[in-house]
Structure formats: structure tokens, C-alpha cells
């Protein structure tokens, strides 16, 4: 099967919905790498109540 390229259909055509595949196949490269969602990279972090209290 042949690998899109998804910018150089975005040049070509100038497509916002091949500009947005091109973007949505470089998250999910980045995600292959990192191993891990842009989306849901923080959850976890905070720990904060928001009023003050710690339990």
C-alpha cells in the first residue's frame, strides 16, 4: 500500500481536509514515538483541591 503524503496533497489541492489529515497524521506519528496521547499527556499532575484543603 502507498504511504500519503499528506502535505504534498495539501499543496496541491489546498483542501482544508487534507491540511487537517496532514495534521492528524503528524499526532499520531509523535504519538508512536512518545508512546503516550498530546490530549492526555497531563492528567494526573494536578493535585490541588482548589480550596485549600489537603486530605
Known amino acids: ?9 495539501f499543496e496541491t489541492t489546498g483542501r482544508i481536509e487534507d491540511f487537517l489529515a496532514y495534521k492528524d497524521a503528524q499526532r499520531q506519528e509523535k504519538e508512536k514515538e512518545t508512546g503516550r496521547s498530546e490530549e492526555h499527556f497531563h492528567a494526573g499532575d494536578y493535585r490541588d483541591y482548589g480550596d485549600g484543603f489537603k486530605g
Do not use: H, L, T
Open 1 to 9: 500500500m502507498k504511504e500519503i503524503n499528506y502535505w504534498e496533497q
